[in-house]
């Protein structure tokens, strides 16, 4: 992984502009296409199974991909 893209199993934070929460979300990236329009857009699902897509930049990564295998396998 490189500093400007996510690949699928990342950790990642999602933000609130996005969930409509007051905190920034942890959920593991599903998908990761790049958009004629939007750029690179980023699906991610949360422990509690719900997804969001949006742009890149609304998404921050974090951990490591060891512990986000752990909680995919939990997802599923």
């Not at 992984?1 to 979300?25: C, F, H, K, R, Y």
């Not at 958009?35 to 422990?47: H, L, Q, R, Y």
């Amino acid at each position: 992984m490189t500093a400007n893209t996510m690949e699928t199993g990342d950790n990642v934070l999602i933000s609130p502009d996005l969930t409509g929460l007051t905190n920034w979300s942890e959920g593991v990236v599903i998908e990761v296409k790049n958009n004629t329009f939007n750029g690179i857009v980023v699906a991610a699902e949360t422990k509690d199974r719900n997804v969001f897509f949006g742009r890149m930049d609304l998404f921050k990564t974090f951990g490591n991909k060891e512990a986000c295998l752990k909680v995919i396998e939990g997802i599923k």
